[in-house]
Structure formats: C-alpha cells, structure tokens
C-alpha cells in the first residue's frame, strides 16, 4: 500500500576499506604487557587492521579509498556529487577539516566539504544530515563517510592497554541519493534517524591534548610525556552507558516507525565490544542469526565501523536489496545514534 508521494534518501552504493596489513593480539604482545587470551576474553577482537607506523598515510587516504569503492557500486561519477559529510574522530590534522583533504584527494572541487566530530556514530549522524539535505531539496547525491586512523592516537604501551587493543584503522563510505515518487513500506530508502547527546560524560573517552581548555600553550613537553595526546577511557562507565543508550536507541527507532524486532532482517550494530554487543541483543532479544558482526576481525573501527559493516554484508549476501536494516552506535561525547533503512 502507498503511503506518499514525495522526495526521498536512498542509499545507491556502499563500500568498506581497512590496511593490509593485520595486527594479532599476538602482534601487540610484544608492544605491550597483553595476550590473546587477555584481549579476547574482554572484548572478543582477534585482530585488527592498522596501517603501517612509519607511513604518511593520513585518515583521508583510508576515506578516499572507501569513496572511490562506494562510487563504483553505485554507479556514480565523482562529478555527480553535490557535497561530502565526513565523519571522523582522528583527523589528518586539526586545520583544516579531513572533508577538505578528501575532497582534494577525490578531485571535486567547489562541492561543499563537511567535518562532523561526533565520534563512533558519527556515520548515522551524517546520514541523517544528507537525508535533511536531501529531502529539503537542495541536494542530489552525498558522500557520507566514516573513516578513522585510530593506531597513530591509540597509546600503545602497557599504560595505554586498555583502549589500545580495541581499535582498527578503516573506512567506510556510502553515495547517498534523492528519488521521487511512491513512498511504501517497501520502498528503498532511509526511513528515519535518531540522535542524542550527553555532555556529562565528555571526559569518559577523549584526548585531552592538544586544546585550548587548560592554561598556557596547547601541548606542553610534559602533557606530552604524560600521553595527554592519546585516548584515554573509562571503560566501566562507557560499558555501562553504551548497553542503556542504545537499547534505549533501537527502540525509539522501531518504536516510531511502528516496527517490532520481528519485522527487521538484519541488525547492523556498532562494533565496540563483544560483550558490549551481546548484552544488548540478549537485553532486546534479538535472534543472534540476525545481528552481523566484525569485531572479532576489525576490532573497534569508529565510525567506520557501521558503514563497513552494512558494506560487509552487502557483499557476503546478508543484506539484499528490500531487506529491512537497523543500526545503531554509542561514542564519545557521549553521543549516540539509531537508524532505519530500508534497503
């Protein structure tokens, strides 16, 4: 049954890039005091992707090849694109934005370029951005990107264990486009987002330094022997919080939308944590054989990790073409978002 006519957001190509090169826990045993055991059992990573330590590969390189990919899937020209939204946490730099550095890597200038720092959800944020764009209008086709190079800010000593062993490098991108006519239930397309914020918890996973809210210089010697440059996390409080808020998340997204967890076919669920993961599927009850899963060979790839896990299970078949998706991701912030789509 037709619900509307109307102008809408649908997802044409989507596509994930990680490094060749694969970091075992075995690997980071011997940067650090750890071992498979020890990171296997917390977090259930076996490994990780992490570009090579002595290259000047920068995030927006990862970024350009997820773009490219998600162009070829889509069958679109670079010159079709209106505007870029990339999400990231780990800048190539502070100024200018990793958006600009993508665009001029992808040769597309002119088009608007647009950094969003919302951390781990930061793909879904960017979605519901281009899907506002979209439907307003004023735009046609968007690149929305998550990329992270978590390996050049992770503190990969000893002291650093703890958030260390849970990060990969990659990319994923998706063109995003506008389509007019019949809007039903199975019509391809994003049918809604959800974003939240809590600035209470900002502390309880950040990089402190360099910035402008302490006194004196951004970066002093001592602030950088002490690590104030790398992620710092506490992990108790981020377990805790990101279990309640997306729960909390996935249900408004089904519950607007008049959907139970039976009309869904596939969860798509940030890759944080296994047992991050594992509480929220047993809290919902979602069926296990409906969840698609990548941290055990990506580990925690930010807000890349959504993207390539939808364009992971593009490519190995479980997600088609009218297959209705629910994603959600937690982060840094905090800051939290849900989304579905219908693929």
Known sequence: MTIANGRHTRILGIAGYVPPRIWTNDDLGTLMDTSDEWIQKRTGIKQRHWVEQDSDTGTSDLALEASRAAL???GVDKQELDMILLATQTPDHDVPG????LQGK???PGIPAIDLRQQCPGFLIALSMADHFIRAGNYRKILVIGTELHSKVADKSTRGRDTAVLFGDGAGAAVVGSEDGPIGPDTSRVVSCHLHSDGRYAKDLWIPDPGTAHPGDR???QRLEEGHHLARMNGKSIFMHAV???AEALTEALETNALT???VDLFVLHQANFWINDTIVKQLGIPPEKTFDTIDRLGNTGSASVPIG??????VGRLKRGMLVASVAFGSGFNWASAIIRW
């Open 72 to 74: 070829e899937a889509a």
């Open 98 to 101: 990793t958006a600009c550095f």
């Open 106 to 108: 992808l040769g597309v």
């Open 219 to 221: 970066l002093t010697m």
């Open 244 to 246: 309640k808020r997306s």
């Open 261 to 263: 967890i039976a009309d």
């Open 310 to 315: 939808l364009a992971e299970a593009v490519r």
